[in-house]
């Protein structure tokens, strides 16, 4: 069984996986470490090598300036200009850092090749260009230009120089680096196999034994400066082929090299016959060749070995996921870059009453199997278009047998900033749906019943407020009658909070604004002498739970009633202030009035005073602070906190 949805004949594949792999995230850091070390090694080692052989020349000590072994000196304008070559490589790593050594190196590179191609040009027909000349005539005889070989590396290093800099072409320059190097091979053959003699005329000895190691060190610095790119990436990604790039390429030059070299030795002492050399060297290669395939086969078979164990370990894991996947019982679809669907897991098949093969490879936007089954064309284009997911929050699945709701997500693939396929959940949410009916239905009788309870409680504390209207009328005693109409207020206090709650869609809270106001409506209705009192009030638009409205209404009640009475003497006019309002997480209660004020041997606290005794009760069941200040009437002040009561409460 494959992880994908796929035919039988297929291999198995990632639906998101690229026909072309990128080489880069096969790139072995640890070599490219390396090879950038060796790069700024073999420039430091040319700098300080080129400058030895300067002071060679400036000294006049032989060995200094190379001629050893029959080997003629390198000359000191090529020590010179390998020096610089030296300072261009090491400068090549910090391009990415400093700009400005790109121009910089762009122009060396370049009056480099020039004078290269220049010097090439007069090593091979033998004379100099008349104005070369003219500076010769007038310099020391040591100053020349460099030899045939020397000038031909020096075009190929000032051309590799120009891409380089301005990194173009870096598997050209790559290339070029390489025939320079052969070129510099070639010079160091000729002096192993003892043609390097200063007065040979061939062209392929026109090389100091100093300038080959110059050569070398600027071949191999300038080869790893880019170590990512061009042909050298080969050397630097993991796997058999750059294992076997990095342990024969070299290991097979030197041994050749070394075996050639002693057959012509062996030649040229009479070791054994002319031409047995060649047969010597033959068969040292055989037996060469056959160690080295030996031990290749050997190391491959231990990478493969390797291999084998990672595929069965991918394989199991492959297997672990899709056990994953395919367990879930949600519905899982996976769709490429073409919209086509490619993978379905056993919950999506359940859920569209469909086998995997039915959709494989359709196309989710316009087939018909698939919309008249599951429509999500407009939000699979919304989440391709936005490249964001997108939630699914309900649509219907219309199959042969039933139709269900579902819900889910569309979340595409983002590769690069483009769109490259998505994945789709489902889940069958119809149950949820239908509970959710039912909680609502049962809530909005639950809601219907409570409305009823706070309608019946306003209805009959509204009765026991006109009963004891009735009972008041049958009194002759003054006293008596209003105490039994301050009873009635706060009946009625209480009363308005239900009939609040009744007629709010909320049945927690009421809204204190709205409250206050029919509150002192009420209360300017039950004293006549209230006509000539000015109220002002000023509430925020507050929700108060019940447990906290019903003891500040009743507070409201008394403070109002109280200054209405007792505040405003013999018929006087005045002003009655109340302010309610949230000051961070404490509420704030102002009632003032301009009235005579309270006496000043009266204290609010100990007052034997009913209405004060139950303003300073509902203050502490509120956990609240009361202020009382006398100046120019009465202002009292109340801050508290929400009350929350436990259901045991």
């Given at each position: 069984?494959?992880?994908?949805?796929?035919?039988?004949?297929?291999?198995?594949?990632?639906?998101?996986?690229?026909?072309?792999?990128?080489?880069k995230?096969n790139?072995?850091?640890?070599?490219?470490?390396?090879?950038?070390?060796?790069s700024?090694?073999?420039?430091?080692?040319?700098?300080?090598?080129?400058?030895?052989?300067i002071?060679?020349w400036?000294?006049?000590?032989?060995?200094?300036?190379?001629?050893?072994?029959g080997?003629?000196?390198t000359?000191?304008?090529?020590?010179?200009?390998?020096?610089?070559?030296?300072?261009?490589?090491y400068?090549?790593?910090?391009?990415?850092?400093?700009?400005?050594?790109?121009?910089?190196?762009?122009?060396?590179?370049?009056?480099?090749?020039?004078?290269?191609?220049?010097?090439?040009?007069?090593n091979?027909?033998?004379?100099?260009?008349?104005?070369?000349?003219?500076?010769?005539?007038?310099?020391?005889?040591?100053?020349?230009?460099?030899?045939?070989?020397s000038?031909?590396?020096?075009?190929?290093?000032?051309i590799?120089?120009?891409?380089y800099?301005?990194?173009?072409?870096i598997?050209?320059?790559?290339?070029?680096?390489?025939?320079?190097?052969?070129?510099t091979?070639?010079?160091?053959?000729?002096?192993?196999?003892?043609?390097?003699?200063?007065?040979?005329?061939?062209?392929?000895?026109?090389?100091?034994?100093?300038?080959?190691?110059?050569?070398?060190?600027?071949?191999?610095?300038?080869?790893?400066?880019?170590?990512?790119?061009?042909i050298?990436?080969?050397?630097?990604?993991?796997?058999?082929?750059?294992?076997?790039?990095?342990?024969?390429?070299?290991?097979?030059?030197?041994?050749?090299?070394?075996?050639?070299?002693?057959?012509?030795s062996?030649?040229?002492?009479?070791?054994?016959?002319?031409?047995?050399?060649?047969?010597?060297?033959?068969?040292?290669?055989?037996?060469?060749?056959?160690?080295l395939?030996?031990?290749?086969?050997?190391?491959?078979?231990?990478?493969?070995?390797?291999?084998?164990?990672?595929?069965?370990?991918?394989?199991?894991?492959?297997?672990?996921?899709?056990?994953?996947?395919?367990?879930?019982?949600?519905?899982i679809?996976?769709?490429?870059?073409?919209?086509?669907?490619?993978?379905?897991?056993?919950?999506?098949?359940?859920?569209?009453?469909?086998?995997?093969?039915?959709?494989?490879?359709?196309?989710?936007?316009?087939?018909?199997?698939?919309?008249?089954?599951?429509?999500?064309?407009?939000?699979?284009l919304?989440?391709?278009?936005?490249?964001n997911?997108?939630f699914?929050?309900?649509?219907?699945?219309?199959?042969?047998?039933?139709?269900?709701?579902?819900?889910?997500?569309?979340?595409p693939?983002?590769?690069?900033?483009?769109?490259?396929?998505?994945?789709?959940?489902?889940?069958?949410?119809?149950?949820?749906?239908?509970?959710?009916?039912?909680?609502?239905?049962?809530?909005?009788?639950?809601?219907?019943l409570?409305?009823?309870?706070?309608h019946?409680?306003?209805?009959?504390?509204?009765?026991?407020?006109?009963?004891?209207?009735?009972?008041?009328?049958?009194?002759?005693?003054?006293?008596?009658?209003?105490?039994?109409?301050?009873?009635?207020?706060?009946?009625?206090t209480?009363?308005?909070?239900?009939?609040?709650?009744?007629?709010?869609?909320?049945?927690s809270?009421?809204?204190?604004?709205?409250?206050?106001?029919?509150?002192?409506?009420?209360?300017?209705?039950?004293?006549?002498?209230?006509?000539?009192?000015?109220?002002?009030?000023f509430?925020?638009?507050?929700?108060?739970?019940?447990?906290?409205?019903?003891?500040?209404?009743?507070?409201?009640?008394?403070?109002?009633?109280?200054?209405?009475?007792?505040?405003?003497?013999?018929?006087?006019?005045?002003?009655?202030?109340?302010?309610?309002?949230?000051?961070?997480?404490?509420?704030?209660?102002?009632v003032?009035?301009?009235?005579?004020?309270?006496?000043?041997?009266?204290?609010?606290?100990?007052s034997?005073?009913?209405?004060?005794?139950?303003?300073?009760?509902?203050?502490?069941?509120?956990?609240?602070?009361?202020?009382?200040?006398?100046?120019?009437?009465?202002?009292?002040?109340?801050?508290f906190?929400?009350?929350?009561?436990?259901?045991?409460?």
């Amino acid at each position: 069984m494959g992880f994908y949805l796929i035919k039988k004949s297929q291999p198995l594949k990632n639906p998101f996986k690229r026909e072309e792999i990128d080489l880069k995230d096969n790139i072995d850091e640890k070599w490219i470490k390396k090879s950038l070390k060796l790069s700024r090694f073999s420039a430091l080692i040319l700098m300080i090598f080129s400058l030895i052989i300067i002071l060679g020349w400036i000294l006049n000590i032989t060995l200094l300036k190379g001629q050893i072994l029959g080997s003629p000196a390198t000359r000191m304008s090529t020590a010179f200009l390998f020096f610089i070559f030296g300072i261009l490589v090491y400068s090549c790593h910090c391009l990415e850092r400093i700009s400005k050594f790109k121009n910089i190196i762009t122009l060396l590179g370049t009056i480099f090749f020039l004078y290269g191609l220049l010097s090439a040009i007069m090593n091979l027909y033998g004379s100099y260009f008349p104005l070369y000349q003219t500076i010769m005539l007038n310099s020391p005889s040591y100053i020349d230009h460099p030899r045939f070989l020397s000038s031909i590396n020096i075009i190929l290093f000032g051309i590799a120089l120009i891409f380089y800099s301005r990194k173009i072409a870096i598997k050209a320059a790559q290339i070029l680096i390489i025939i320079s190097l052969l070129v510099t091979y070639l010079a160091l053959l000729t002096f192993l196999f003892n043609l390097g003699q200063t007065n040979s005329t061939y062209f392929y000895n026109h090389m100091a034994i100093y300038s080959v190691f110059l050569n070398l060190f600027m071949g191999f610095g300038l080869l790893m400066v880019y170590p990512r790119e061009g042909i050298i990436k080969t050397f630097h990604c993991r796997g058999l082929g750059a294992y076997m790039a990095r342990s024969l390429l070299p290991l097979s030059i030197l041994v050749i090299s070394i075996f050639g070299t002693l057959a012509s030795s062996g030649e040229k002492i009479g070791l054994f016959s002319e031409y047995f050399g060649e047969v010597v060297v033959i068969t040292f290669m055989v037996g060469f060749l056959f160690y080295l395939i030996l031990r290749s086969a050997k190391r491959i078979n231990q990478l493969d070995l390797a291999n084998q164990r990672s595929q069965r370990q991918m394989m199991y894991m492959e297997k672990f996921f899709e056990d994953i996947i395919e367990g879930i019982v949600h519905g899982i679809m996976v769709c490429d870059a073409q919209n086509r669907i490619i993978y379905m897991n056993n919950g999506m098949g359940k859920l569209l009453q469909l086998k995997k093969d039915d959709l494989n490879l359709k196309n989710i936007l316009n087939d018909p199997d698939i919309l008249d089954i599951f429509n999500i064309k407009d939000y699979y284009l919304q989440a391709k278009e936005k490249l964001n997911p997108v939630f699914i929050k309900s649509i219907d699945i219309t199959t042969q047998k039933k139709k269900i709701t579902a819900s889910g997500w569309i979340i595409p693939r983002n590769v690069k900033s483009e769109f490259d396929g998505a994945i789709i959940t489902a889940s069958d949410i119809t149950k949820i749906i239908e509970t959710k009916k039912e909680l609502e239905s049962s809530l909005k009788e639950k809601e219907l019943l409570l409305a009823e309870i706070h309608h019946r409680v306003k209805n009959n504390m509204q009765i026991i407020s006109s009963i004891m209207r009735l009972q008041s009328n049958s009194i002759d005693n003054e006293t008596a009658q209003n105490i039994i109409l301050d009873s009635q207020n706060r009946i009625r206090t209480m009363a308005m909070v239900h009939e609040t709650l009744y007629s709010s869609e909320n049945f927690s809270s009421i809204n204190i604004s709205n409250y206050l106001s029919n509150l002192i409506q009420g209360i300017r209705g039950s004293y006549h002498q209230s006509d000539l009192i000015t109220f002002e009030v000023f509430a925020e638009e507050i929700e108060l739970e019940i447990d906290t409205a019903i003891p500040v209404g009743l507070i409201i009640n008394e403070l109002v009633t109280n200054s209405i009475k007792h505040a405003f003497p013999d018929g006087k006019s005045g002003k009655i202030e109340i302010k309610f309002k949230k000051i961070n997480s404490h509420y704030s209660l102002m009632v003032r009035d301009d009235g005579v004020g309270l006496p000043e041997d009266m204290e609010f606290d100990k007052s034997p005073n009913l209405g004060i005794k139950i303003i300073n009760a509902l203050t502490d069941q509120l956990d609240g602070d009361i202020k009382v200040t006398r100046n120019h009437g009465t202002c009292v002040l109340i801050t508290f906190k929400d009350v929350y009561y436990s259901p045991k409460d």
